[in-house]
């Protein structure tokens, strides 16, 4: 895991190969690892751990960033390797957490990812990104929004 910077919050972005050990997941409540495995294979997200503290309780919280078209992830990753990454790198990424979403309509369930708004200045990077409301299985326009469906 390697320490990156973006909008003055640092979070840990992890290789799209690394294998999260229990002491990475120690202390990160919203674990979801059917969602968070799946998405470490899509070409368009990388995961990140963010730190966080609340009162008296502290942790990392199981994130990911999406871009709209990954094809410079490859090529960032040998930048973030070599500690070579700046912060405008990461300007068209949305902070985003994989959940798993029933549709209302039809009852099925999906693996997606859906913007994090908590954290990082995101309303630049939400009105950039490519969202979706509607349901991948039936079309219902009452879904959860939606960046990515990854299963």
Not at 16 to 36: A, F, H, Q, R, W
Not at 95 to 122: H, M, R, W, Y
Not at 123 to 145: E, F, M, Q, W
Request: hydrophobic fraction near 30%; include cysteine; charge should be neutral.
């Amino acid at each position: 895991m390697h320490p990156i910077t973006i909008d003055g919050t640092t979070l840990y972005y992890i290789d799209k190969n690394y294998v999260l050990t229990e002491s990475d997941l120690k202390d990160v409540p919203n674990y979801y690892k059917e969602g968070y495995e799946t998405a470490a294979h899509n070409p368009r997200i990388r995961r990140v751990l963010c730190p966080y503290k609340i009162r008296a309780s502290e942790g990392k919280l199981a994130l990911c960033l999406h871009w709209n078209d990954g094809s410079e992830l490859p090529a960032l990753d040998k930048l973030i390797a070599n500690n070579a990454a700046k912060e405008t790198d990461f300007d068209d990424a949305l902070l985003c957490e994989t959940v798993n979403a029933t549709c209302l309509k039809c009852g099925k369930d999906n693996i997606v990812t859906t913007p994090f708004v908590g954290l990082l200045s995101q309303a630049k990077r939400l009105r950039s990104h490519s969202t979706s409301s509607i349901c991948p299985n039936c079309g219902d326009s009452r879904y959860a929004a939606h960046t990515e469906v990854l299963k």
